[in-house]
């Protein structure tokens, strides 16, 4: 929460002005959500972006092109 630059986010650590630890169980539609994961949920981030082509999202990644989730990043999120 500390480090938080938008009003809604998501925090694994219990915080009352924080939306929860799993932020792809949010309502995700009608905003452009910005996303830093940690490279470990990239995949996930990834899978539900490519199943949710309604949802757009600003993400923050390292340029791992040898990485199936960063395949899947470049077909639905770069545009």
Same mark, same amino acid.
């Given at each position: 929460?500390?480090?938080a630059v938008l009003p809604r986010f998501n925090t694994p650590l219990?915080?009352?002005r924080g *939306? $929860?630890?799993?932020?792809l169980a949010?309502?995700?539609?009608? *905003?452009?959500n910005y996303a830093f994961p940690p490279? $470990?949920?990239l995949p996930r981030l990834a899978q539900y972006l490519s199943e949710n082509?309604?949802?757009s999202a600003t993400v923050l990644?390292?340029?791992?092109a040898a990485q199936p989730w960063f395949q899947l990043l470049?077909?639905?999120v770069i545009k």
């Open positions: 929460a500390a480090s219990p915080d009352e *939306e $929860g630890a799993i932020a949010s309502d995700w539609l009608g *905003e452009n490279v $470990g949920e082509p309604d949802v990644a390292p340029y791992w470049a077909l639905f």
